[in-house]
């Protein structure tokens, strides 16, 4: 008998991990002074993310995620999956990323490493993450 977790009990549980990070973070944006519609953007924002993880193999908890992930998803993913793409939805999403992974590192859920690699390619491939959707 295999005992194995499907796919669906995979997804559930990462999903059901995800959640106390989302509503975390969303206190802390909350704590931080954030206006309730951007606090709703950036959340909604990471929680698309969080699903956007679960459609590759290894599936990702979102503090699993690494740089080449978020650039996977602003420089390919997003742009041809979402309808709503655009350089105002790349931008809210960049300071979304920012922001999320500046609280994970300031909680200790992932290593300083992470966020620097994280915050520096953000950075370093702005350009090429708007140009992805202006094309």
């Known amino acids: 008998m295999n005992d194995a977790p499907t796919y669906d009990q995979?997804?559930?549980?990462?999903?059901?991990?995800?959640?106390?990070?989302?509503?975390?973070?969303q206190d802390w944006l909350v704590h931080s002074g954030v206006g309730t519609k951007?606090?709703?953007?950036?959340?909604?924002?990471?929680?698309f993310f969080a699903t956007y993880l679960l459609y590759y193999d290894p599936l990702q908890r979102l503090d699993e995620a690494?740089?080449?992930?978020?650039?996977?998803?602003l420089a390919d993913w997003f742009p041809r999956k979402a309808l709503w793409a655009s350089t105002t939805s790349v931008r809210a999403y960049l300071t979304a990323f920012r922001k999320f992974f500046i609280w994970l590192g300031a909680t200790s859920r992932v290593p300083s490493e992470t966020?620097?690699?994280?915050?520096?390619?953000?950075?370093?491939e702005r350009g090429a993450f708007l140009n992805a959707v202006a094309a």
Do not use: C
Request: no cysteine; net charge negative; charged share 15%.
């Open 38 to 47: 951007t606090i709703q953007s950036h959340v909604a924002n990471i929680a």
């Open 66 to 73: 690494t740089s080449g992930d978020v650039w996977m998803f």
């Open 115 to 124: 966020v620097t690699e994280v915050l520096t390619m953000l950075k370093d």
């Open 10 to 25: 995979e997804v559930q549980a990462i999903r059901a991990y995800n959640q106390p990070l989302l509503d975390s973070f």
